[in-house]
């Protein structure tokens, strides 16, 4: 039981961590200290995507399913819980780096506000 709770906290641990990466860049509005850890997050999140690599999270929370008698899944957490939402059917590689340019726009919106800030103080 304790390893299946476990296993469902890291799931939480690696959705937040992807929220972070994609949306962190708005965090540094409010804190201007989070882009020291944003920034490497976001490098680490565009180097999954098109590198097809497994977040190492994945490996972990399969083997915490496997000491708690649970099945565990192949492929990459994004893939497994959030296929239909973020990787629709007839995936190639082309979209995957259209999404991470998604992924740095989105990004470059938030810290472009930034500077436009910091510019005009």
Do not use: K
């Amino acid at each position: 039981m304790i390893w299946s709770l476990l296993a469902d906290g890291l799931v939480v641990v690696h959705f937040t961590f992807t929220a972070f990466v994609i949306f962190g860049g708005f965090l540094t509005w409010r804190w201007r200290w989070t882009a020291l850890v944003h920034l490497p997050a976001l490098a680490w999140g565009c180097w999954v995507e098109v590198s097809s690599a497994i977040c190492p999270l994945t490996p972990l929370e399969n083997h915490l399913r496997d000491l708690g008698g649970e099945a565990g899944y192949s492929g990459g957490f994004l893939a497994h819980y959030l296929v239909a939402v973020l990787y629709p059917p007839g995936l190639t590689w082309h979209i995957q780096w259209v999404l991470a340019g998604l992924l740095v726009g989105i990004n470059a919106v938030a810290y472009g506000r930034l500077l436009a800030q910091s510019r005009s103080r």
